[in-house]
């Protein structure tokens, strides 16, 4: 089945497609997305690739998410979130445990993005949320974006705490993508609690990460704004 994937993507690869995806998601040299290999297959197709092979095994997917090759990766993480979605209490555990385990394989912003809410943040709505806490130590840029962006399935649940601790945490980390990441959540919450927001925003603007700020305060008026950003 493996085989028959892979045919599939490489149907609908693109070589002009993947020297724009390479730009795109930083594979130079010293970049973050250094390593990572493009085919250049559109979002769409994958999707559709992923629905077709959704009764995938973790084996088999372990093999396609330790891929170099991103769109391996991708439509793995596509199977995994259709996987999830129907799975009972105990195939959820499984699947959280199998994307926690793999976490140095889902290695750029679009994968962790797509997934770490509905999979991990989902999984430990009612349950300890040490493992994402840890995550947010971690030397790993990834394990450190995963962390955050776990915290949007707390968001839509309307519990806001979590997401503000971890920005907290993260609120001297040196990467642009992190900046960007904290101050999407922080914008989510205030989207849902205002007050929330404002009141992590009053305490730590002036500490901030310009990017990090301007994310959190994009849907605030004119005025509040420029308010903020004169610090």
């Known amino acids: 089945m493996l085989t028959l994937i892979k045919k599939d993507l490489q149907k609908h690869a693109n070589a002009e497609c993947a020297k724009l995806l390479s730009r795109y998601f930083k594979t130079g040299k010293g970049e973050y997305g250094e390593g990572d290999v493009f085919l250049g297959v559109k979002v769409g197709p994958q999707r559709e690739i992923s629905k077709k092979y959704v009764n995938l095994t973790l084996k088999d997917l372990q093999e396609l998410l330790s891929s170099k090759i991103h769109e391996y990766r991708l439509v793995s993480i596509f199977i995994l979130i259709d996987k999830y979605k129907k799975a009972d209490e105990k195939g959820k555990k499984e699947i959280a445990d199998f994307y926690l385990k793999n976490t140095k394989n889902i ?29 947010a130590k971690s030397k790993s840029l990834w394990e450190r974006r995963i962390s955050i962006m776990a915290t949007s399935e707390f968001i839509r649940n309307n519990k806001f705490d979590h997401t503000l601790k971890i920005s907290e945490m993260l609120l001297y980390d040196k990467h642009d993508l992190i900046h960007k990441a904290v101050g999407w959540m922080l914008r989510e919450v205030g989207k849902r609690n205002h007050v929330a927001e404002e009141k992590f925003l009053k305490k730590y603007y002036k500490k901030m990460p310009r990017t990090m700020l301007r994310y959190a305060i994009e849907k605030f008026d004119e005025r509040k704004r420029k308010h903020y950003l004169e610090k």
């Not at 290695?107 to 995550?135: A, E, M, P, Q």
């Open 107 to 135: 290695n750029n912003w679009d994968l962790i993005d797509l997934s770490s809410g509905k999979i991990v943040g989902n999984y430990l709505l009612d349950k300890n949320k040490f493992v994402i806490y840890k995550l």
